[in-house]
């Protein structure tokens, strides 16, 4: 089955800095990739995703890469903002088997 | 847009009890539901998929005969956890697939102590 891999687990930076995130997986059939936000005690929600067919996405200050020769991809947040604190998940699916893998998590935090 | 509405969103028993949780899809039609189990500080872990109609899929390692999964209609699915013991204590949500084109809808979750 599909093992996504997600790191780094904490990462901290400050206000207006860039914060990256990285996946690998290891099924070459996966062809969505999202990425959550989880607060704690809420559900994930969906903040940014993006399909095996486009190579990078962008929403405002979110952007998502993908490189499906190497099989992974990267949250990219700029200018990060103390409420960009949270917990983020990426996440793969393989369509056939339609079901989510999710990585393991980062946990983010913007200092001031 | 769609919606899930999931409950209770927290509840505690006494372990050897059974404990339910609904999902219900508000404003479409749920085909599939996932379940998935997480732990503190972890991440959403899989643990069964249902399909209307039809019996649950449950994920390696997960007891089938102690999560019962029920997805009688196309708009509920629910989750009974058996036999409930403090090891079972996890927070528990559902997350049904809005269409053909991806898209999926979690519910808030349920958080369940067992004491």
Not at chain 1, 92 to 106: E, I, M, Q, Y
Request: hydrophobic share 30%; glycine share 8%.
């Amino acid at each position: 089955g599909e093992n996504v891999e997600q790191h780094p687990s904490t990462l901290s930076v400050q206000e207006g800095d860039s914060a990256v995130i990285k996946c690998t997986y290891s099924d070459s059939a996966s062809n969505y990739f999202p990425w959550y936000k989880q607060e704690l005690g809420k559900r994930p929600q969906l903040i940014i995703d993006i399909r095996s067919n486009v190579g990078e996405k962008k929403d405002q200050r979110i952007a998502v890469t993908l490189n499906k020769t190497a099989k992974h991809f990267s949250l990219h947040i700029t200018e990060t903002q103390p409420e960009d604190s949270a917990v983020y998940f990426c996440a793969g699916d393989t369509g056939t088997a339609s079901k989510l893998t999710f990585g393991t998590g980062t946990r983010l935090q913007v200092t001031l | 847009g769609a919606v899930v509405s999931q409950h209770p969103s927290w509840v505690i028993c006494k372990s050897g009890t059974s404990v339910k949780i609904e999902c219900r899809s508000l404003d479409f039609q749920a085909t599939t539901m996932f379940w998935y189990r997480q732990f503190p500080k972890q991440s959403l872990m899989l643990m069964a998929t249902s399909n209307e109609g039809s019996k649950a899929t449950y994920e390696q390692g997960v007891e089938k005969d102690k999560f019962l999964i029920n997805h009688a209609s196309l708009t509920l699915s629910t989750l009974t956890v058996t036999s409930a013991h403090p090891e079972d204590s996890s927070f528990y949500i559902c997350s049904a697939r809005t269409g053909s084109d991806y898209g999926y809808t979690f519910g808030s979750g349920t958080r369940l102590t067992v004491v």
